[in-house]
Nanobody
Framework: QVQLVESGGGMVQPGGSLRLSCSGSGFIFGLHNINWFRQAPGKERELVASAPALVGLPATYSDSVKGRFIVSRENAKNAAYLQMNNLISEDTGVYFC???????????WGQGIQVTVSS
């Protein structure tokens, strides 16, 4: 059974940090690009960061989070992370972990986790 589970969300003040984790099971984690999406209230889901499956390819970020967020992965643990620093109110939303196989044959989603940035 395929599972992708996010953890680490919550509420934080502007300027604070959070670290999201994504744990996968039931599929070959190392063959999947790991993407982090977020969806703010009333807005479309947007891709914020990607950790490629292929070793040596750089992580990529949306302009809105570049320089503040860091994506990483530990294939041996079937885990990926999104370190979010210097959070702002616009970062509020539901964050989703997505695993997309490099040949396009499989695509999995977590259930999402809430991140709220508020004073």
């Amino acid at each position: 059974q395929v599972q992708l589970v996010e953890s680490g969300g919550g509420m934080v003040q502007p300027g604070g940090s959070l670290r999201l984790s994504c744990s996968g099971s039931g599929f070959i984690f190392g063959l999947h690009n790991i993407n982090w999406f977020r969806q703010a209230p009333g807005k479309e889901r947007e891709l914020v960061a990607s950790a490629p499956a292929l070793v040596g390819l750089p992580a990529t970020y949306s302009d809105s989070v570049k320089g503040r967020f860091i994506v990483s992965r530990e294939n041996a643990k079937n885990a990926a992370y999104l370190q979010m620093n210097n959070l702002i109110s616009e970062d509020t939303g539901v964050y989703f972990c997505n695993a997309h196989r490099i040949n396009g044959q499989s695509d999995y989603w977590g259930q999402g986790i809430q991140v709220t940035v508020s004073s």
